[in-house]
């Protein structure tokens, strides 16, 4: 399986996904590319080495935990990869992330492997 397709076949079990909650997600996705955005953030899920992985973008207007002390008034934009354990746990970053617009500190605990601003 490409890249692409793995976008585009996580895609669709995360809107399956968010169905079971009662959400549904559908409109945030562009179905050809398998990305889910709203307003100014987006968001991707694959499969890589039988690892769920994700990777969020987007703005921010409160700088994380890791950061806040170094540049406290940090407002822009933060971008991240890592794992998550499975599809609820992508469901609920995803909403915490997209629907809710949490700041990096609010969202669900997950595998951070990378991040920038």
Not at 32 to 49: A, L, P
Not at 62 to 82: K, L, N, Y
Not at 85 to 93: G, R, Y
Request: charged content about 25%; aromatic content about 10%.
């Amino acid at each position: 399986m490409d890249t692409l397709d793995s976008f585009q076949i996580m895609a669709a079990r995360i809107v399956e996904q968010a169905l079971k909650h009662g959400a549904d997600i559908s409109q945030l996705l562009h179905a050809s590319s398998g990305v889910f955005q709203k307003e100014n953030r987006w968001m991707m899920f694959w499969v890589k080495d039988d690892s769920l992985c994700y990777r969020l973008s987007g703005r921010i207007s409160t700088p994380p935990a890791q950061i806040a002390e170094s540049r406290p008034s940090f407002q822009g934009i933060w971008d991240e990869a890592g794992t998550i354990p499975d599809l609820e746990q992508a469901f609920q970053l995803l909403r915490a992330w997209l629907l809710e617009g949490k700041e990096i500190d609010e969202l669900p605990d997950r595998s951070i492997r990378r991040w920038s601003i």
